[in-house]
């Protein structure tokens, strides 16, 4: 997917406002610091999407730095500047926190990063071949003893959480009485993995991209209340960057703005470093050369810091 000309959009104190790319400055003057500062949440996916587009812009003479925060404190890096960027505001998960950086007027939002995102409560197949296919199913007395009331979910405060547990205060799907089981990502994986070894009976939080999708052979449940967001908890995973840096660094901007993956491309290189446990950088480059035609797309309009065309010193750098 070229996304060369999509628009980048702007939170301005009046709402959201779509300026095209074709109208700001790309090339990178004297006034572009090569500096850029990313705020990279320890998801394995972020991990590997960070690490790519850090190669890619050191390519083109920028210094790049990353510092690993929860999305809480990330938010709030960007609203004070402390940090440059963030690619992992995963929306609708991270509304409150997202909807009140808006309100600070200090963000800008470059749009969705992945395409196919989603997440909600996830099943062994087994499961739900057994009949257990919606979440409207979960209080099912056969069903709900069964997972004796429990979901697994991942870490207290993460987006995912917060959702989960809005739920069972509300009593969704008949909820009030079950407990959420909140633990680390790994934690809750180990547990999947632990139940699906000996055919037990587990639901818990369940998103793409991620290795789970190819490890294991899951179910996400129907949501017919949209308890984790519209159309089936489809989600966006966007780019932001602090407005006082997008300002200052319009070829940066533009390079950010065109970084997009789908998300069977990310959940690949989620099982290859996190799963196969391999570095990020090398799975990072190894996906640029296994993926030139994107990676030009990516660097379409952008320039390295000294003003050059960013594609051919792409080429050169990465042996495309």
Do not use: C
């Not at 812009?57 to 609203?79: D, F, K, M, P, R």
């Not at 950010?256 to 446990?277: C, H, K, P, R």
């Amino acid at each position: 997917m070229n996304n060369a000309n999509r628009p980048m959009t702007r939170i301005l104190a009046g709402g959201l406002v779509a300026a095209p790319l074709a109208l700001l400055p790309a090339v990178a003057s004297a006034a572009e610091s090569a500096e850029i500062r990313f705020a990279t949440p320890s998801w394995p996916g972020v991990t590997v999407k960070t690490q790519l587009t850090a190669e890619l812009l050191t390519a083109l003479g920028y210094e790049t730095s990353q510092q690993e925060v929860g999305a809480t404190i990330a938010y709030e890096a960007l609203n004070l500047g402390e940090v440059d960027a963030f690619m992992a505001a995963w929306l609708p998960a991270q509304g409150p926190m997202y909807e009140a950086s808006i309100e600070k007027d200090t963000l800008v939002d470059l749009g969705n990063n992945v395409d196919g995102a989603r997440l909600g409560l996830a099943v062994p197949r087994y499961v739900a071949e057994a009949g257990l296919t919606s979440l409207e199913d979960l209080d099912k007395d056969e069903f709900a003893e069964k997972l004796g009331r429990e979901i697994y979910s991942i870490e207290v405060g993460s987006g995912m959480s917060e959702t989960l547990n809005g739920g069972i205060d509300n009593d969704t799907y008949g909820l009030g009485d079950w407990t959420p089981v909140e633990t680390s990502t790994p934690g809750m994986l180990s547990a999947v993995n632990n139940a699906i070894n000996n055919n037990e009976w587990i639901v818990f939080a369940g998103w793409t991209p991620h290795w789970m999708n190819i490890e294991y052979d899951v179910v996400y449940l129907d949501d017919p209340q949209d308890m984790w967001g519209p159309n089936g908890g489809s989600s966006d995973v966007r780019t932001l960057l602090s407005k006082t840096y997008s300002e200052s660094h319009p070829n940066a901007t533009r390079l950010l703005d065109q970084v997009t993956f789908s998300a069977d491309d990310q959940s690949a290189m989620i099982y290859e470093y996190s799963y196969n446990e391999r570095d990020s950088e090398e799975v990072a480059i190894e996906w640029i050369k296994q993926h030139p035609e994107r990676v030009e797309a990516f660097a379409e309009g952008v320039t390295t810091i000294d003003g050059e065309p960013a594609w051919p010193a792409l080429q050169k750098a990465f042996g495309l």
